[in-house]
């Protein structure tokens, strides 16, 4: 079946440390997008990036589409990038639903 | 700004007792859904709306209605909630294929 697999499921940093987050999904997708759910629960749209890479200052995210997997970069992080980060696709050919990946909990220490 | 709103943000009721999450997008956006989010579950879409007059059940609808009468609003209501339904619900509105979420609504059945 259709799946969204992120990895790892837990992370923990020292402030300052750069991390890589993944997203691997199960076929083709028109639509990718990474959110950041802090710890009173909003969900924050980071990226749309069905493809290709963009940068919003020290988080970036490539989606390389052909091989069905999406990164998630955060660096020199700080305490408020704690929470849990979820990668969400729509499938080509689905309606306009997003499936979203089980997430990534972080935790930044100082 | 643009944004989705949600209201109420929390809300603590008893078994049976019908209640109604408003959802408002100030975006025009034609397409709208809810969401739910449970712990192991991750977010699991109720119902979505492509328009105006237009909805349909998405993955888990049981239990729950919605009306879509004004392209800014679409309400969530829960005829007779049952502890079943604690869960933090989430509004969305997407003109295709990028969605926005609204802050959530943390709903507690007794």
């Known amino acids: 079946g259709i799946q969204v697999e992120q990895s790892p499921p837990d992370l923990i940093l020292q402030e300052g440390a750069n991390s890589t987050l993944r997203c691997n999904f199960s076929d083709s997708v028109n639509n990718l997008q990474w959110f950041h759910q802090n710890p009173w629960g909003q969900l924050i749209n980071l990226f749309y990036?069905?493809?290709g890479t963009k940068q919003n200052g020290r988080l970036s995210a490539t989606t390389v589409a052909t091989e069905r997997y999406s990164l998630l970069y955060i660096s020199s992080s700080q305490t408020t990038d704690s929470g849990v980060y979820f990668c969400?696709?729509?499938?080509?050919?689905?309606?306009?639903?997003?499936?979203f990946g089980a997430g990534t909990r972080l935790a930044v220490h100082p | 700004e643009a944004q989705v709103t949600q209201n109420p943000r929390y809300l603590i009721t008893v078994t049976g007792k019908k209640l109604t999450v408003t959802c408002s997008q100030n975006?025009?956006?034609?397409?709208m859904s809810w969401y739910r989010q449970d712990p192991g579950l991750g977010l699991r879409q109720i119902y979505y709306?492509?328009?105006?007059?237009?909805?349909d059940k998405g993955d888990v609808p049981e239990g729950y209605k919605v009306s879509r009468k004004e392209k800014r609003n679409f309400p969530l209501i829960l005829e007779s909630p049952s502890p079943n339904q604690t869960s933090l619900y989430f509004c969305?509105?997407?003109?295709?294929?990028?969605?926005?979420f609204g802050p959530g609504t943390r709903l507690t059945v007794l």
């Open positions: 969400a696709v729509r499938f080509s050919g689905g309606y306009n639903k997003l499936i």
């Open positions: 969305a509105s997407s003109r295709a294929p990028e969605q926005f």
């Open positions: 990036i069905p493809s």
């Open positions: 709306s492509m328009n105006v007059e237009v909805t």
């Open positions: 975006m025009n956006h034609e397409y």
